[in-house]
């Protein structure tokens, strides 16, 4: 007999440790003062944290490690969950304090994947790096909901490399990267749903101190669902039988009683049970596989959808003007950033001289004098008109210049240039004209009598295999046909 009585108290706490996972029990109920943020909290800490856990350490390799390590984050985050629905906010030291631990984890999570980043599960660790401080919303207010999207917007990014390599190839590296932003996503949805303003505490209850984490710190974090059959759930009970079973301890009494009453009934416990018919099983009904699944609750994690991100562009503001310049340095005359000015002229000059000319638009520069060589660079409808150069006239990077020369320039040379007409006098027909990557080109010849010759110079050239040399031979194209 006492081996009896002692089988079935061992069956009575196995149901009643079932009926209390499953918090549908109203026993569970009447004695719970937690809020019902909290319970909320514990069946989405089950469902999906755990379950998290588990695949994470299921794929092998850093991540079985890295798996605990979120394992112990997740229960630092349980204990200060479980703190709040039973204290009232701490002070601002104690919050430190409260807060510790769960920094601690997360940071475990952070160095683990700096040590391992030439491993091949590279992306898997980042993600969750970049992702588990959403954890850290305990410590967020006024809108903690806004800081969980942005840490799931940071692991996003290592998840997407995620589907990109093993969509096709390992669908299971796929499962558990949108797994985790599932994650993100449904706890997201539950904090704005119970924690807007950030973290609930009870109100009702004593301030919060660090020495609160000690009592809950003992127990041990969310075990994995059971792989085996669970124990059946406890037989029906009535209504009214239920509902009054926890006045008081006599009443406990009463139900204890009955619940024994209906375990001795033995083979007959099952009696009220409905019979599972053919039509009822999957693989005798293959329709039922069919039907479209339960409603989802507001817990669940929201179907997947990639973010629609807005791409922002700094404003284009125009450079700053420079300031002018005309002046004479060591023997270089440098013009500079000049706009407009039609006046400029160098009287004074010798021959060891240089005139510079750098981006200048719309502006006229007179020469009174021989000088050594002249450079216009980067110009822009400037016209310059000089009397004689030693060595060479250069235009390079302009657009729509001119130049006259009034005597003799040895060497004319036109280097990516669009625009440029030179206007020489009959002295400076034996010039040297040399050309690279320009066009528009004219040479324009001043005669005694006034009247001017126009010569385009070529742009195009064209270039056939002479077999007899066994060469390439390169001819311009006469623009003058």
């Given at each position: 007999m006492e081996q009896?009585v002692?089988r079935?108290?061992?069956v009575?706490?196995r149901?009643?440790?079932?009926?209390?996972?499953?918090g549908?029990?109203?026993?569970k109920?009447?004695?719970?003062?937690?809020?019902?943020?909290?319970d909320d909290?514990?069946?989405f800490?089950a469902k999906?944290l755990s379950?998290f856990?588990n695949?994470t350490?299921?794929?092998?390799?850093?991540l079985?490690q890295m798996?605990?390590?979120?394992?112990e984050a997740f229960?630092c985050?349980?204990?200060?969950?479980?703190v709040?629905?039973?204290?009232?906010r701490?002070s601002q030291t104690d919050?430190?304090?409260?807060?510790?631990p769960?920094?601690?984890?997360?940071?475990?999570?952070q160095?683990?994947?700096?040590k391992?980043?030439?491993?091949?599960?590279?992306?898997?660790?980042s993600?969750?790096s970049?992702?588990?401080?959403?954890?850290?919303?305990?410590?967020?207010?006024?809108k903690?909901?806004?800081?969980?999207?942005?840490m799931?917007?940071?692991?996003?990014?290592?998840?997407?490399?995620?589907?990109?390599?093993?969509?096709e190839?390992?669908?299971?590296?796929?499962n558990?990267?949108?797994?985790?932003?599932?994650?993100?996503?449904?706890?997201?949805?539950?904090?704005?749903d119970?924690h807007q303003?950030?973290?609930?505490?009870?109100?009702?209850?004593s301030a919060?101190?660090?020495a609160?984490?000690?009592?809950?710190?003992h127990k041990?974090?969310?075990?994995?669902?059971?792989s085996?059959?669970?124990p059946?759930p406890?037989?029906?009970?009535?209504a009214p039988?239920?509902?009054?079973?926890?006045?008081?301890?006599?009443?406990?009494?009463?139900?204890?009683s009955?619940?024994?009453?209906?375990?001795?009934?033995?083979?007959?416990?099952?009696?009220?049970l409905?019979?599972v018919t053919d039509?009822m099983k999957?693989?005798?009904?293959?329709?039922l596989?069919?039907?479209p699944?339960?409603?989802?609750?507001?817990?669940?994690?929201r179907?997947y959808?990639?973010?629609?991100?807005?791409?922002?562009?700094?404003?284009?503001?125009?450079p700053?003007k420079?300031?002018?310049?005309?002046?004479?340095?060591?023997?270089?005359?440098?013009?500079e950033?000049?706009?407009?000015n039609?006046?400029l002229?160098?009287?004074?000059?010798?021959d060891?001289?240089?005139?510079?000319?750098?981006?200048?638009h719309?502006?006229?520069?007179h020469?009174?004098?021989?000088?050594?060589s002249i450079?216009?660079d980067s110009?822009?409808?400037?016209v310059?008109?000089?009397t004689?150069?030693?060595s060479?006239f250069?235009?390079?990077?302009?657009?729509?210049?001119?130049?006259?020369?009034?005597?003799?320039a040895?060497t004319?040379?036109?280097?990516?240039?669009?625009?440029?007409?030179?206007?020489?006098?009959?002295k400076?027909l034996?010039?040297?004209?040399v050309?690279?990557?320009?066009?528009e080109?004219?040479?324009?010849?001043?005669?005694p009598?006034?009247d001017l010759?126009?010569y385009?110079?070529?742009?195009?050239?064209k270039t056939?295999?002479?077999?007899a040399?066994?060469?390439?031979?390169?001819?311009t194209?006469?623009?003058n046909?």
């Amino acid at each position: 007999m006492e081996q009896l009585v002692s089988r079935l108290e061992a069956v009575t706490n196995r149901l009643e440790a079932v009926a209390s996972r499953g918090g549908g029990s109203t026993i569970k109920a009447a004695v719970d003062d937690d809020p019902a943020w909290f319970d909320d909290f514990k069946v989405f800490n089950a469902k999906f944290l755990s379950g998290f856990v588990n695949d994470t350490i299921a794929l092998g390799g850093e991540l079985e490690q890295m798996g605990k390590f979120v394992n112990e984050a997740f229960h630092c985050h349980l204990v200060l969950m479980e703190v709040a629905a039973r204290h009232n906010r701490p002070s601002q030291t104690d919050l430190e304090g409260l807060l510790k631990p769960l920094s601690e984890a997360i940071s475990k999570v952070q160095d683990f994947r700096e040590k391992n980043r030439s491993s091949k599960q590279f992306n898997h660790l980042s993600a969750i790096s970049e992702g588990l401080p959403f954890l850290g919303w305990v410590g967020v207010a006024p809108k903690p909901v806004l800081y969980i999207q942005q840490m799931e917007e940071s692991a996003q990014f290592y998840t997407n490399k995620l589907l990109k390599e093993f969509r096709e190839s390992d669908p299971k590296q796929a499962n558990w990267a949108t797994s985790f932003i599932q994650l993100l996503k449904g706890f997201a949805a539950y904090v704005k749903d119970h924690h807007q303003a950030g973290l609930m505490w009870n109100k009702e209850k004593s301030a919060a101190t660090p020495a609160a984490l000690a009592v809950s710190a003992h127990k041990p974090p969310v075990p994995p669902p059971p792989s085996g059959f669970a124990p059946p759930p406890p037989p029906p009970i009535q209504a009214p039988t239920v509902t009054h079973a926890v006045t008081g301890s006599h009443s406990s009494e009463d139900s204890r009683s009955q619940l024994f009453a209906q375990l001795s009934k033995g083979s007959e416990v099952t009696a009220g049970l409905k019979k599972v018919t053919d039509d009822m099983k999957t693989h005798k009904n293959p329709e039922l596989r069919n039907q479209p699944p339960l409603k989802s609750s507001a817990l669940d994690p929201r179907p997947y959808t990639p973010p629609n991100l807005k791409k922002f562009s700094a404003p284009v503001s125009k450079p700053a003007k420079k300031p002018a310049l005309f002046q004479l340095q060591n023997k270089k005359w440098v013009i500079e950033n000049q706009d407009g000015n039609t006046n400029l002229e160098i009287s004074e000059c010798n021959d060891k001289q240089t005139v510079y000319m750098y981006k200048c638009h719309a502006s006229k520069v007179h020469i009174n004098g021989k000088v050594n060589s002249i450079i216009l660079d980067s110009c822009e409808k400037c016209v310059i008109e000089f009397t004689d150069v030693i060595s060479t006239f250069e235009f390079t990077n302009c657009k729509a210049c001119k130049v006259q020369i009034d005597g003799f320039a040895p060497t004319i040379s036109i280097e990516k240039t669009d625009g440029a007409q030179v206007f020489i006098n009959p002295k400076c027909l034996e010039s040297q004209i040399v050309t690279a990557k320009s066009s528009e080109m004219n040479i324009c010849v001043m005669k005694p009598d006034g009247d001017l010759t126009e010569y385009p110079l070529p742009e195009q050239f064209k270039t056939v295999w002479n077999p007899a040399t066994s060469k390439f031979i390169t001819t311009t194209m006469d623009l003058n046909l």
